[in-house]
C-alpha cells in the first residue's frame, strides 16, 4: 500500500478536520497534510501552488456544504486550472441526499463519495486504491 505524500482537507467543521487529521496520523495515510475552511481559501492557495509547480496535494477530502464558497463552487473553479499533477478528489460530506450523490457523479475528478464521519477502513480503502 503506497502512502500519500500530501492530503488536503477543505472543511469547516473544526471537530471533522480534528478527526480526519487524527485518522490520517494512526492510519499513516500520508506524511502531511494541509487545511483550509472554505473553498475559496483552498483555491486562492492552490492555484498559486499549481502555477509555480509547487508540491501539490495527492488527495483532497471536499466537504461540499460550507460558508464563503462551498464545494460545488470550489469544484467548478478548481476544474478550470491546468495542473501538472492528477490530484484525486473524495467528497467527504454528512448529506446523504440522493441529488448531492448525482450531482458528484458529474465531476469526472471527483473518485468517490464519502460519509462522515470518515473511519480508518475508508483511509485504508483510499490507499489500496479500492473505495
Not at 487529521?21 to 473553498?39: A, D, H, Q, T, Y
Amino acid at each position: 500500500m503506497r502512502k500519500i505524500d500530501l492530503a488536503c482537507i477543505i472543511d469547516d467543521d473544526p471537530i471533522f478536520i480534528f478527526g480526519a487529521k487524527r485518522m490520517m496520523e494512526l492510519s499513516g495515510f500520508c506524511n502531511s497534510f494541509i487545511v483550509f475552511k472554505n473553498g475559496e481559501d483552498a483555491i486562492n492557495n492552490l492555484k498559486p501552488m499549481m502555477n509555480t509547480k509547487q508540491p501539490l496535494p495527492d488527495i483532497i477530502l471536499l466537504d461540499i456544504n460550507m460558508p464563503i464558497m462551498d464545494g460545488w463552487q470550489f469544484l467548478d473553479e478548481f476544474i478550470k486550472i491546468d495542473t501538472h499533477k492528477e490530484i484525486t478528489i473524495y467528497i467527504a460530506s454528512s448529506s446523504i441526499d440522493p441529488i448531492d450523490l448525482k450531482r458528484a457523479e458529474r465531476y469526472e475528478n471527483v473518485s468517490n463519495y464519502i460519509i462522515k464521519p470518515i473511519s480508518l477502513n475508508t483511509l485504508k480503502r483510499i490507499l489500496g486504491g479500492s473505495l
